[in-house]
């Protein structure tokens, strides 16, 4: 199977999201660590460890791993499945989902624990790949139900 230029876009995206999150979980190892950097009263760079799964919920070690691996296979196999089929948005979604999860594996798998920079006030500190896991759930959530509501409506 030849990758078009659209497949190749995505798969660039999530490379891309991917290197971004390693690179600023590098500055957060090296620099954050030491000194918070507020960009605003409410946000600022600054340097955690999670070893637990999202949120903090205390759920860690070797059935971690195991899920997160499952989890992840599933994913590309759904992925490379939505780019056959040529449906760009989905692939998207799972893609970022995808270098997130990636990103924060490897932490697991070097560190023992998540690296997380992003700090919001009152709320957590969490990091890019976070972010994609999270936004990419949410918008492949409501992409299949909105392609699913569609399919549905009879036609008048």
């Known amino acids: ?27 957060a190892l090296s620099i954050w660590q030491f000194e918070a950097v507020p960009l605003s009263s409410w946000f600022k760079l600054s340097f955690a460890t999670n070893p637990n799964i999202s949120f903090s919920l205390p759920f860690s070690g070797p059935l971690l791993y195991l899920g997160l691996l499952v989890a992840i296979l599933i994913l590309i196999y759904y992925c490379l499945s939505f780019l056959r089929q040529a449906q760009i948005w989905p692939s998207l979604f799972i893609g970022l989902i995808i270098s997130g999860a990636l990103s924060n594996a490897f932490d697991r798998l070097r560190y023992g624990a998540v690296i997380d920079y992003l700090e919001l006030h009152n709320f957590s500190v969490f990091n890019l790949a976070d972010a994609l896991i999270c936004t990419g759930s949410a918008a492949l959530i409501y992409y299949l139900l909105i392609n699913d509501t569609i399919k549905q409506k009879p036609s008048h």
Do not use: G, P, W
Not at 3 to 16: D, E, P, R, S, W
């Open 1 to 27: 199977m030849l990758i078009n230029q659209t497949q190749k876009a995505i798969l660039l995206i999530a490379f891309f999201v991917l290197i971004i999150d390693r690179l600023a979980k590098s500055l």
